[in-house]
């Protein structure tokens, strides 16, 4: 099983800052990988794709970058919305997710 | 605009049986493979179930394996999750999402979910 590592577990910033959250596998997963972002209450959302492709509809402040075990999710410019929970979920072996990253109000 | 409305959750003894369903509209369903995923309360995310656009591919996690049947009735847009020897371990909010067109695994619409406690 490709074991997802997410860090920090929780990110304290103010609206407008950028925020950068980090994804690790256990093993390579290619580009395999997506985020999604998860509000209180709700149902998670596909942000990004294939490791950087953004989702349908989904602001330009996100975006991502990485390939093999290494991942990033960038938000330039947090909005008021964006504070939330953000999981990362790879395809290459079967679909796991990882454990998530709050992304707090500071 | 796609819409996922999941059902047939409450609480059931441990042992017992559940089935879940999900409503689906806004698009063609029977044109597209449908996952389960489950998220225990203030827990991530658990993959459960796929089936193919069809019905006739159908995959599981191991921890639901031989307890759980994942199956659709396009003719009505529904997916179900029929859930048998329920433990406690399977109390969780339960959402039906559509696989992204063209990006298999990859997870575009979620229905609002439909919460499954098991205890007794």
């Known amino acids: 099983e490709v074991v997802l590592t997410q860090s920090p577990a929780t990110l304290s910033l103010s609206p407008g800052e950028r925020a950068t959250l980090s994804c690790r596998a256990s093993?390579?997963?290619?580009?395999?990988l997506a985020w999604y972002q998860q509000r209180p209450g709700l149902a998670p959302r596909l942000l990004i794709y294939?490791?950087?492709n953004r989702a349908t509809g989904i602001p330009g402040r996100f975006s991502g970058s990485g390939s093999g075990a290494d991942f990033t999710l960038t938000i330039s410019g947090l909005e008021p919305e964006d504070f939330a929970v953000y999981y990362c979920?790879?395809?290459?072996?079967?679909?796991?997710f990882g454990p998530g990253t709050k992304v707090e109000i500071k | 605009q796609v819409h996922l409305v999941e059902s047939g959750g409450g609480v059931v003894q441990p042992g017992l049986s559940l089935t879940l369903s999900c409503a689906a509209s806004?698009?063609?369903?029977?044109?597209?493979?449908i996952h389960w995923i489950r998220q225990a309360p203030r827990k991530g995310l658990e993959w459960v179930a796929v089936?193919?656009?069809?019905?006739?591919?159908?995959f599981y996690a191991d921890s639901v394996k031989d307890r759980f049947a994942i199956f659709r009735d396009n003719s009505r847009n529904t997916l179900f999750l029929h859930m048998n020897s329920l433990r406690a371990e399977d109390s969780a909010v339960y959402y039906c999402?559509?696989?992204?067109?063209?990006?298999?695994?990859?997870?575009?619409?979620w229905g609002q979910g439909t919460l499954v406690t098991v205890s007794s």
């Open positions: 999402a559509r696989q992204r067109d063209g990006a298999a695994w990859y997870f575009d619409s």
């Open positions: 806004g698009f063609s369903f029977s044109s597209y493979t």
């Open positions: 089936i193919s656009h069809d019905g006739n591919i159908k």
């Open positions: 093993q390579s997963v290619s580009s395999s």
């Open positions: 294939d490791a950087s």
């Open positions: 979920q790879q395809r290459s072996s079967w679909v796991t």
